[in-house]
């Protein structure tokens, strides 16, 4: 390249910058003006509002229903739900899923409604429509606080739904590293199957939850064992889960292994 034409390529560039310079002030100009600048320059900047305490609920006169009741546990209203139980509505009332207000608390976290309903005789393990248990509702929203007060109270950290989904199950579909590792710690059956003959290893991989898969094979999950379709875990690792097929492969044992 020539000195000549590296100069006039370089006194082009240095146009094309100017050109966009005038062009980006005559834009500004356009749109408002520079007094409109100088407004912007002087305008006093927001304060943050602060929190409003929350009004005092309201005080209720007369009966609640069933429905509200339910709907007060959603919302966490623990003042409608106290009501309900001192008129002597059953801690166990359900809608037509046969959802109780303890599902639903342990699905949405309210840890102290949860509590009351407990202390007022709320099965630990009522099961909705499809089986399921306050537990499995706890894990699929990801409270812990509520999976260690249900367990308080008796509830079975192995029981599975109509899907034979366990908590732990679930809890590793929907990505709760802390809740799987609790029920771990705790003894549940790290090899558990569902219907399809899955294991949490099984959906772990499928799902590339790769912190709790790491958990599952630390702590001793089957990884030959193999679902319906006769895949194993190592089966359903897809060509782009890297990292994953190399925790399984390192820890992968020998065919000769397989446990009969």
């Not at 305490?53 to 229903?65: C, D, F, L, N, R």
């Not at 079975?156 to 109509?162: A, C, E, H, P, T």
Request: net charge neutral; charged share 35%.
């Amino acid at each position: 390249m020539s000195f000549f034409f590296y100069k006039k390529s370089c006194t082009k560039g240095q146009e094309r910058v100017r050109k966009s310079s005038v062009d980006l002030r005559r834009e500004i100009i356009e749109v408002g003006g520079t007094q409109y600048l100088f407004e912007l320059r002087k305008k006093p900047k927001k304060k943050k509002e602060e929190k409003k305490p929350e009004p005092e609920p309201e005080e209720i006169t007369g009966p609640v229903s069933e429905e509200d009741f339910l709907k007060g546990a959603v919302h966490g209203k623990l003042h409608v739900v106290e009501k309900f139980l001192a008129d002597g509505g059953s801690p166990d009332t359900c809608d037509e899923f046969r959802r109780t207000a303890l599902h639903r608390v342990s699905l949405e976290g309210h840890k102290e409604i949860a509590e009351k309903l407990l202390a007022r005789g709320a099965t630990v393990d009522f099961r909705d429509r499809l089986d399921s248990t306050a537990v499995h509702w706890a894990c699929r929203g990801g409270h812990l606080e509520i999976v260690k007060l249900l367990q308080e109270k008796g509830a079975d950290l192995n029981v599975k739904d109509k899907l034979l989904s366990t908590p732990l199950h679930v809890a590793t579909r929907t990505g709760m590293p802390e809740i799987v590792e609790h029920l771990i710690n705790n003894g549940v059956n790290i090899n558990s199957r569902d219907r399809e003959g899955e294991s949490a290893l099984h959906d772990a991989v499928r799902l590339n939850r790769y912190k709790i898969i790491k958990m599952l094979i630390q702590h001793g999950a089957d990884m030959l064992a193999k679902n319906l379709a006769g895949k194993t875990p190592t089966d359903l690792v897809q060509l782009w889960q890297a990292d994953t097929r190399e925790v399984l492969e390192k820890q992968e044992p020998n065919a000769t292994e397989m446990p009969a």
